[in-house]
């Protein structure tokens, strides 16, 4: 069957382990924003898209959406996922796309930390922004120290992440690395910085997040905050 223009879909906090007695909130989707929730959870899979098109519900960002479920077109749902990116391992690094740098210890794997759910014991995300910042009088950043980790040898090509639309690399510092991010971390990062470094030393792969969004068509995507998700959409 045709996607329909619009559809109806009501949203609660999912309550693990609870019945949740918050009140059921509705928003109309059109098909490109549902697809966009459900490919950052499932990937660009058509058939686990259509599953979940045809269930009528999907758990995005701690909140459970319910729709009428559907059985969608196939040409039609194949035309909205062409206009997301495959993962390409041939894509060379470039620190200029990188928008955060995710600093693991221990056993934590990158799976664990790229999802925007709960991050991982032992995980320091640093957005760009904020590592950009410099000190008084200084002339490099801490942003700057970690790219440094990424000459001569550049991060290794992982994959794609359809959650944070980007793409994913890796890189496993040695202990010479590791011991000058951490003088560079101590000259070149801000105060507010300062007290979550202490992971410096025992960082075993550093994961670089680079931005390659969806082509245009593809629907904005619902953002969560105090309220509870918000699209390009009015509420009911």
Same mark, same amino acid.
Request: aromatic residues 10%.
């Given at each position: 069957m045709p996607f329909p223009e619009t559809i109806l879909v009501k949203y609660s906090e999912e309550e693990a382990e609870f019945i949740s007695m918050r009140p059921l909130v509705r928003q109309t989707f059109r098909p490109a924003e549902l697809?966009?929730?459900?490919?950052?959870?499932?990937?660009?899979?058509p058939q686990r898209v259509q599953l979940i098109l045809r269930g009528g519900t999907v758990?995005?960002?701690?909140?459970?959406?319910?729709?009428?479920?559907?059985?969608?077109?196939?040409?039609?749902?194949?035309?909205?996922?062409? #206009?997301?990116?495959?993962?390409?391992?041939?894509?060379?690094? #470039?620190?200029?796309?990188?928008?955060?740098?995710?600093?693991?210890?221990?056993?934590?794997?990158a799976a664990d930390a790229m999802p925007h759910s709960a991050a991982p014991r032992h995980t320091l995300r640093l957005l760009r922004e904020d590592a950009s910042r410099k000190r008084l009088f200084r002339v490099r950043s801490l942003w700057d120290a970690l790219m440094d980790l990424t000459h001569p040898r550049p991060p290794a090509y992982r994959e794609y992440s359809y959650a944070l639309r980007a793409d994913i690399y890796i890189l496993q510092p040695?202990?010479?690395?590791?011991?000058?991010?951490?003088?560079?971390?101590?000259?070149?990062?801000?105060?507010?910085?300062?007290?979550?470094?202490?992971?410096?030393?025992?960082?075993?792969?550093?994961?670089?997040?680079?931005?390659?969004p969806v082509a245009d068509g593809a629907g904005p995507r619902p953002v969560t905050d105090g309220a509870g998700p918000s699209a390009n959409a009015g509420q009911r």
């Open positions: 697809v966009d929730m459900i490919v950052a959870v499932t990937g660009k899979d758990v995005f960002h701690s909140y459970r959406y319910w729709w009428q479920g559907f059985d969608a077109e196939p040409d039609k749902l194949a035309d909205l996922l062409d #206009r997301y990116p495959d993962a390409n391992p041939a894509r060379p690094f #470039r620190p200029e796309d990188c928008t955060e740098a995710i600093l693991e210890s221990g056993a934590a794997s040695d202990a010479a690395q590791l011991a000058r991010l951490a003088h560079e971390a101590a000259r070149y990062s801000t105060r507010s910085l300062r007290p979550h470094l202490a992971i410096l030393p025992t960082v075993s792969q550093v994961i670089f997040v680079c931005d390659r």
